[in-house]
Nanobody, 122 residues
Framework: VQLQASGGGLVQAGGSLRLSCKAS????????MSWYRQAPGNQRDLVAT???????NYADAVKGRFTISRDNAKNTVYLQMNSLKSEDTAVYYC?????????????????WGQGTQVTVSS
């Protein structure tokens, strides 16, 4: 499975961005998808997860501001980010894990995208 993330960029605090991650998998519906992020000097942290049946899970830091969604017909997962803050600045990675649950542990994810930079200026 190959994952191609896009949509990052530079935005002012309070602004919005939408990240996209297109998967090459022909059975995309069987994969749980997540977005992680990593700021310089920090560990890679889970941002949001969506299961094959579109159940979702969010990190506390982004609840109410970010929305994860998926379009199985397009093999694509999205991350809509609103009310962005400077602390959201990071490289964002999409990840895929084969299965039907909500997985919050990074080692479960077998496939990772290349990352897309999000920079929020204050």
């Amino acid at each position: 499975v190959q994952l191609q993330a896009s949509g990052g960029g530079l935005v002012q605090a309070g602004g919005s961005l939408r990240l996209s991650c297109k998967a090459s998998a022909t059975v995309f519906t069987f994969y749980t998808m997540s977005w992680y992020r990593q700021a310089p000097g920090n560990q890679r942290d889970l941002v949001a997860t969506i299961s094959s049946d579109s159940s979702t899970n969010y990190a506390d830091a982004v609840k109410g501001r970010f929305t994860i969604s998926r379009d199985n017909a397009k093999n694509t997962v999205y991350l809509q980010m609103n009310s962005l803050k400077s602390e959201d600045t990071a490289v964002y990675y999409c990840a895929a894990a084969y299965g039907l649950g909500i997985y919050t542990v990074a080692r479960v994810y077998d496939y990772w995208g290349q990352g897309t930079q999000v920079t929020v200026s204050s």
